[in-house]
Nanobody
């Protein structure tokens, strides 16, 4: 079991930055694939970024490449999402997710993850 708590969301203007945090408790994040997803109103939950359990290479959805950076601090048991050059289309509730059984082919699928945080709202205005 692992509990995930996100923080760091807020209201910003286009072009500004935010850093989201996902603090885990109960188990070390090094035993999980850790991911960020987001869900905008009326849309399906979308994969944003992830670290697989088995390697340290990050994965990103194309729309955030070059703007977002996922990182983790194993000593703090926390995963971060640094979001730069934010756009209005980045507006969504951002969720942290974890699972120990993720394979590459399912990494971008929300249904593959067993553990979720409560979400944090990110709103980007023009």
């Amino acid at each position: 079991q692992v509990q995930l708590v996100e923080s760091g969301g807020g209201l910003v203007q286009a072009g500004e930055s935010l850093r989201l945090s996902c603090e885990a408790s109960g188990r070390s994040i090094s035993t999980f694939t850790m991911a960020w997803f987001r869900q905008a109103p009326g849309k399906e939950r979308e994969f944003v970024a992830a670290f697989r359990r088995t390697n340290s290479n990050p994965y990103y959805v194309d729309s955030v490449k070059g703007r977002f950076t996922i990182s983790r601090d194993n000593t703090e048991n926390t995963v971060y999402l640094q979001m730069n050059s934010l756009k209005p289309e980045d507006t969504a509730v951002y969720y942290c997710a974890a699972d120990s059984g993720i394979i590459l082919s399912t990494m971008r699928e929300p249904n593959a993850y067993d553990y979720w945080g409560q979400g944090t709202q990110v709103t980007v205005s023009l």
